[in-house]
Every structure is written in structure tokens, then in C-alpha cells.
């Protein structure tokens, strides 16, 4: 395991274990954090996972964990790297089983006290209009050839079929359609597990919470983001559901045998990759950014069935206006300076929000005076963050947190917390909690996962991205 004393403490937030750690190592791992924070860190293996994520074929400047970072498949969940295109490799491991895992933010006009009476009407009619859950799907389902467009289109697809509005594609990352996405290289079965589950939430962390503007921190932000105090808002997890974790599935088992092929050793084989640039790496490049597309294109599906159900309870389904929408498992090619060359690298983030600075070209024109929203959720009951992204971030490949992290396994977590006492809790708070199943709620306990505002502090410290506003949660809506 990794030690205190085998990091170097660049400054409050950022640490760095030294290239001559490991002789294999490429580039120097750097950690952003507080020492308090590292800590922690350093219970599980995550710092492990992050040295030998240095030590890959053709990784650039440094292997990055955000302050949120925790133990996971290869690499760290938190983790971000990017790979010379000529060099480097490309690993599904680095970007996660669920692809294009990421948040959408609607805003309303309303405040808190104007939508209290019909609070609990609101989240069940939501309850029932999303559904949430291991394997649960819709009863409408695609054929294979719509599923084909839905991965060339994205969430294009849906406002072609007047599902969305215009402002919903605006306000979206990559406006929701990654281009170079290949619907031939993701194979029938992860179609086939797609089929029933656009507009869905899935299991585990992810969720839809009705929130409000609990505080402002940066009022230009906020303004030209749309916020105001008490201002009910709603916030949605989750992403490409079992079609991306398929995907992910398929290739890193196809990797696993091409390794040898390639003549690439890696330091744990859940590393597995080939080149970026060979034909087998952009297969993968291609279906991750099909399943990518479908990531968006059920979060937008999400925001309508949560406008009708508002509609229905509230009364104006066009009230709920999306302030972003954005990834955090995903692989772009993106430009940076490197030893003074301007280069274009493949960006792994897992775990890992990007934040893109002011008149970055890759930001809505209606952000651009200001900065990519950035959108930091916390665990269960607890505050989330709506945050902008700076210039400073650069030095972390413009990448910030995802979210709390876990410290918690959820096995653990089961052992260690009631959850009928989580609810009674929640319920205390005032908070509204609806699931499929209460039995699997505390493995999403807050004590499960780090302390939101000792990583959002970090970020913000750190100058990752600065924050905008503090959401806290009236309803949760969650899968079992």
C-alpha cells in the first residue's frame, strides 16, 4: 500500500507521488486533496490504481485523481488521463462500465414554498413516470433499428421527434450527439439491453431528486446560469444503463485477448487496451461514443416524462428549462500544450466532471462570458453543487470531481446501516424518499461516501471550478 510519506505535498490540495516511485512509471501521479482527505484516501487502493495508471504507454503530464477518488475497476474512480493519439493507448477500463454516467440539471421558475403543497403529489407522479431499478425498462420498446439511430443521433434524435426543444440540445454537452459515434461496432446484445430502458434510472447512486437553491455563492454565475435562492430545481443521475455496460464488457474482454497482438503489458490486466489509433482502438472509440449518445438521449427522455409529470401536478410543463447537461465516464479528443506543442490527446475521465473554461469553443454561446456549468451531486439526503469551470483547470486537463465518493463499500454499507432508520432520518429532514425497494437503500447512506463539502472546498481551492450554488434535496427519487 501506499504511505504518507511516499507523496510530496505540492501545496493545501495537491499532492504528487514522484515518476521515481516505480520504475515503470511514465509520468508522476498527482492527487488533488486536503490532508485530511488524504487520509482517507489512503485506506483503499485507489492511489495504488493511480500509479499504475502512470505507468501506461504514451500517458501525458500526469496520472490525475480528483479529491473524491475511491477504489475501482483498473483504475481510480476519480481518475482522469490523456494518451498521445500516436502513442498511447485506449482503455474501456479507464472510462468506466457505465458510459457517459453523468448529471442534467432543470431549473424552474418557482421557489420552494410555491410547490410545497404539491410536493409529494410531484415525486410520486415522477416515481411512477421514470422507472428506477436493477434492469427495469419501459413498457414501450425500441427495435434495433431505432436503437441504431438513437447511437448515430444522441438526444438529436428526440428533438427531431419533438420530444425535446431546441434549448435542450444547446444545453448539452457535445449538444448531446457525440459525431464519430458507429452504431455497427456495439454488438446486438447491448442493443438488445437498450431496448426498454430509455428513460430510465438504473440502480445504485443514481437518482432524480427534486432540490432547491439552498445558497449563492458567485451571483454573476448564477444569474447568467438562472439560479436564484430558494429556487426549486431538479436534478438527474444516471446513463447509459445495461447498453453501456455491454459495450464495456465486450471490449475489454475482446482486449484482454489482443494485448500480446499489440505487444502492450500493463501493470493489472484490468488495464486492457490496444492503441488509439489501431483499427481494434477505434471500434471501441466508436461504440463508447454510440453508448455515450444513448447516455444523453435517455437523460433528455428522463427531463420529458418528469415535464409531463410536472404538468400534470404543477401545471407548466415549460417551466423546467435545462441548465446543462453533462458526462462524467467518458474518452474526447481534446487540444492542450504540452513541453510548449500544442497536441491532441484522448482524454479518459471516470469519475471525473470536465470543466471548461470562459470562450472555451466546446461551451453553449450562452455560457461563454462565464464557463461551463459544472454539476457536483452529493450522496443521498445530503447537498449537491452547481459549480464553473475555470482557466486554472487546465492543469488537470480542464477535469474536476463527480461527485462525494465512496469510503464505504456497499456490502459494508448493508452491514453498517439500517435502512428503515435511513428513511425515518430522511423523513425527519423533511425530505420525501421514493424507491422501488427500501431494502437496498443504505448502501447509498451518506455515512457510505465522503463528505460533499470537504470535496467541493477542495475543488474549489484547488481551482478546478469555482462555486456557484448549493442545491439541497426535498425528494429523492431512487432505483433498489
Known amino acids: ?24 512509471m511514465k509520468v508522476p501521479a498527482r492527487v488533488y486533496t486536503s490532508e485530511k482527505m488524504l487520509d482517507e484516501i489512503l485506506k483503499d487502493k485507489s492511489l495504488w490504481q493511480l500509479v499504475n ?69 410531484l415525486a410520486n407522479e415522477i416515481f411512477k413516470a421514470v422507472p428506477s431499478g436493477l434492469g427495469k425498462g419501459r413498457k414501450e420498446k425500441f427495435t434495433i433499428g431505432e436503437i441504431d439511430e438513437i447511437l448515430t443521433k444522441g438526444a438529436k434524435r ?66 447568467k446560469f438562472g439560479l436564484f435562492e430558494n429556487q426549486v430545481t431538479i436534478m438527474i443521475h444516471t446513463g447509459s444503463r445495461g447498453l453501456g455496460h455491454q459495450v464495456a464488457t465486450d471490449y475489454i474482454r475482446k482486449f484482454l ?62 417551466d423546467l428549462k435545462p441548465l446543462y447537461d453533462v458526462a462524467h465516464n467518458i474518452i474526447k479528443i481534446e487540444e492542450y500544450e504540452i513541453n510548449n506543442k500544442k497536441l491532441k490527446l484522448a482524454v479518459h475521465r471516470k469519475g471525473a466532471t470536465r470543466s471548461f473554461p470562459p470562450n472555451h469553443p466546446e461551451i453553449p454561446n450562452k455560457y461563454q462570458t462565464i464557463g461551463q456549468p459544472v ?28 461527485g462525494s465518493g465512496r469510503t464505504m463499500s456497499r456490502h459494508q454499507a448493508l452491514k453498517n446501516v439500517s435502512s428503515e432508520e435511513l428513511v425515518a432520518n430522511l423523513k425527519k429532514r423533511g425530505i420525501i424518499i421514493k424507491s422501488a425497494s427500501f431494502k437496498g437503500l443504505a448502501e447509498e447512506a451518506p455515512v457510505a461516501y465522503k463528505d460533499i463539502e470537504e470535496v467541493i472546498e477542495v475543488v474549489h481551492q484547488a481551482g ?17
Open 257 to 318: 485477448g489482443l494485448m500480446n497482438k499489440y505487444q502492450i503489458k500493463v501493470p493489472d490486466k484490468e488495464f486492457a487496451c490496444v492503441p488509439f489509433n489501431s483499427p481494434d482502438g477505434q471500434d471501441y472509440f466508436t461504440a463508447m461514443a454510440a453508448a455515450a449518445n444513448y447516455a444523453w438521449a435517455n437523460r433528455a427522455m428522463i427531463a420529458y416524462y418528469t415535464r409531463l409529470a410536472w404538468q400534470k401536478i404543477i401545471g407548466q410543463r415549460s
Open 53 to 121: 495508471l502512470s505507468c501506461l504507454q504514451g500517458i501525458s503530464r500526469y496520472g490525475l485523481a480528483m479529491p473524491d477518488c475511491h477504489e475501482g475497476y483498473a483504475s481510480p474512480i476519480g481518475g482522469v488521463a490523456a494518451f498521445d493519439l500516436q502513442e498511447g493507448i485506449i482503455s474501456p477500463g479507464i472510462c468506466g462500465y457505465d458510459i457517459n454516467c453523468g448529471m442534467k440539471l432543470l431549473i424552474s421558475s418557482l421557489k420552494e414554498e410555491e410547490i410545497k403543497p404539491f410536493l409529494e403529489q
Open 375 to 402: 454539476l457536483i451531486p452529493g450522496s443521498m439526503g445530503t447537498a449537491s453543487y452547481v459549480l464553473v469551470g475555470t482557466f486554472r483547470a487546465e492543469e488537470s486537463f480542464y477535469s474536476t470531481a463527480h
Open 158 to 223: 428526440f428533438l427531431e421527434l419533438n420530444y425535446l426543444e431546441k434549448e435542450d440540445i444547446e444545453n448539452c454537452e457535445a449538444e448531446g450527439c457525440l459525431e464519430w459515434a458507429d452504431a455497427s461496432r456495439v454488438s446486438l446484445e447491448a442493443k438488445k439491453r437498450g431496448q426498454d430502458q430509455i428513460g430510465t434510472l438504473g440502480s445504485g447512486n443514481h437518482f432524480l431528486e427534486i432540490q432547491k437553491v439552498d445558497k449563492i455563492f458567485n451571483k454573476e454565475a448564477a444569474e
Open 464 to 480: 478546478l471550478s469555482e462555486k456557484v450554488a448549493r442545491l439541497v434535496p426535498l425528494a429523492v427519487i431512487k432505483g433498489e
Open 1 to 24: 500500500m501506499i504511505q504518507k510519506q511516499d507523496l510530496i505535498k505540492i501545496n493545501n490540495y495537491l499532492w504528487e507521488i514522484p515518476k521515481t516511485f516505480r520504475q515503470k
